[in-house]
């Protein structure tokens, strides 16, 4: 596989990398395997002063580093400002409260009494060296929500990015070297898919984090199942977006349009599946429709642009591959479903809405990464939750109902990681992040995260 910077607006290639040959990688390993033996001792307040450092230095480089994304993946270049932004808040965030995060724990006497000890805690150490298997789609963001937490807590990282943002995965190796961290703290290895089995299977790599499609998290997971090695994985998501007779309708349409449009479609956390109540289904489907029609489509770099390119073009055959199965399956198509006219170059396709989905089309099971939406008519409570429920994936969720007890058997019932009500999906630093069912296991960010890659140990102490 090319390690290259293609344009997706354009087509264009606009840098080309070697990938790094087998002594380099030894040598990769080598420097990360000698960075744990010294970095897991740093007490907290080295390790908080390395990481805003790091912070600092990424806040001074956003604009940069934001054409950068834009260029590499297409989102547009406020998204990009945006995604440069979140990163900087959530490794301050960690920098301020890992410690605490990651403090000893101490049982009451009365409840180890009787175990013989006169002293019990217990600790959350280091695991080491830890594999990052990383995407485009938010080609910051993603690393950043790993490597934040997994520096605090006293790990280092290798860093796989995707092999379409190798700029971006360039700076994020060249960051944390300015920001002071010892050498091999934190390194990116230029490689292509097939070199991660014999990086993930070396005895000095201990641990595995990806963030991506369903088949390269089955890969992963069977490498480090076969070597018993931990993994988190955040795959893929088809996230229902349910509007109940009771929702601010106004709000609801706004705020599904950036739901579905955010990152030009491609997130595993977009609303990719509106589900909505019969009573209000017509009035939302048509000024969904028009809203996402309206949406700007074009370079991305301009300032203007609401939707940009699909960053890879075989990305866009496959949207197009799943819009067209629908129509030929009796979809209508809302607005949309081809790409914009007169736009030759890149990789472009426009917003689109489609009605009247039915369990054979694979647009029905299979996550839609890109600016496309799919409609279902709900006539009843019971029907939104099996509907919204009717997909291999759990990742996230929205609902929008001012009913209490609708609230109530939405939180019992839906099978996701996170239900967000009347507002729209997000990952902040303090939250736990993570999937069920085909969307991955474990959790990114909050506590939850950042004791994710590491070893939760019980240190007991006889009495007298």
Known sequence: MAIATVNPATGETVRTFDALGADDIERCLAEAARAFGSYRTTGFAERTALLGRAADLLEADNEDIARTMTVEMGKPLAAARAEAAKCVKAMRWYADHAEALLGDERPADADVRDSGASAVRTLYRP???????????????????FAAPALM????????HASNVPQTAVYLGELFERAGYPRGCFQTLLIGSGAVESVLRDPRVVAATLTGSEPAGRAVA????????????????????????????????KTAVTARVQN???????????????????????????????????????????????????????????????????????????????QERGWFYEPTVLAGISADMRIDQEETFGPVATLYRVASLDEAVERANHTPFGLSSNVWTRDDAEVERFVRDLEAGGIFFNGMTASHPALPFGGVKRSGYGRELSGHGIREFCNVTTVWQAAG
């Open 264 to 342: 030009n479609g491609q997130s595993c956390i977009a609303a990719k599946r509106f589900i909505v109540h019969t009573d209000v289904y017509d009035a939302f489907a048509e000024r969904f429709a028009a809203a996402m029609a309206a949406l700007r489509v074009g370079d991305p770099l301009q300032e203007s642009t609401e939707v940009g390119p699909l960053a890879t073009e075989q990305g866009r055959a496959d949207l197009e591959e799943l819009v067209e199965d629908a129509v030929r399956g009796g979809a209508s198509v809302l607005c949309g479903g081809r790409r914009p006219p007169g």
């Open 153 to 160: 807590a006293g790990n280092v990282g290798l860093l796989k």
């Open 127 to 145: 695991l080491g060296v830890v594999l990052a298997v990383m995407p485009w789609n938010f080609p910051l963001w993603q690393v950043m929500r």
């Open 222 to 253: 069977s490498v480090a199942g076969d070597e018993v090695k931990k993994t988190v994985l955040e795959l893929g998501g088809s996230d229902p977006f349910v509007v109940m007779p009771s929702a601010d309708l106004d709000k609801a349409v």
